[in-house]
């Protein structure tokens, strides 16, 4: 935990759309070293990962996953093999203890080539949706995180709710929410426009 200042240090540098708070958010409520990875160049941290555990349903069967979370390396360390080498002991180190399965949701589309190089497949696909605004009602971040509650609390996907209320909140200062029938709609703006991400 000596370490952790260095850490913060390099998620600023990594994730500069995350403030303060949520930093602060992710290492008192979700940092355990022993889900840590960390690249040093002598004894400067220049690269590091992080994972969290998850439960993921395929067909029918319920396995042990983790999701990779905060993968961060310095910027002048860039491209020198210090993530595919923590990579490498991510793996097996999770082989050693029965997992069967990683996530990694990347920042921006940029990296995806890169976790494919890895082996990641993308599962998900682009697709455009007109909505009438008029069947749903706008909601505030709380009225939102309620509903994402209820509906992991009551998911039978497999997965289990990984953030925090407080930390749902941070992240959603730059989102709009709509509801409908229990459910929401989330949306971040990008170029002039509002994305559908949940």
Do not use: C
């Not at 949520?22 to 590091?48: A, C, H, Q, R, W």
């Not at 941070?170 to 170029?191: N, Q």
């Amino acid at each position: 935990k000596k370490r952790i200042p260095d850490m913060k240090a390099l998620w600023k540098q990594g994730f500069t759309k995350d403030s303060e708070a949520f930093i602060d958010l992710f290492f008192d409520k979700f940092y355990k070293p022993s889900k840590t990875l960390l690249g040093y160049n002598k004894n400067e941290l220049v690269s590091m990962l992080f994972w969290m555990d998850v439960k993921i349903k395929y067909n029918r069967r319920v396995y042990k996953g983790a999701y990779l979370y905060g993968v961060a390396t310095k910027i002048t360390e860039r491209h020198a093999g210090y993530f595919s080498t923590l990579h490498e002991r991510l793996v097996d180190t999770l082989l050693l203890k029965g997992y069967r399965a990683i996530i990694a949701i990347p920042e921006n589309e940029g990296l995806f080539s890169m976790y494919k190089k890895l082996g990641y497949t993308a599962p998900f696909r682009k697709t455009l949706y007109n909505i009438s605004s008029l069947d749903f009602q706008a909601l505030t971040p709380d009225e939102a995180w309620e509903r994402h509650h209820n509906e992991f609390k009551k998911s039978r996907k497999g997965f289990r709710i990984l953030e925090s209320r407080e930390m749902f909140i941070e992240t959603a200062s730059e989102h709009s929410f709509l509801g409908f029938d229990g459910g929401y709609f989330a949306f971040t703006k990008s170029d002039g426009k509002y994305i559908m991400y949940d």
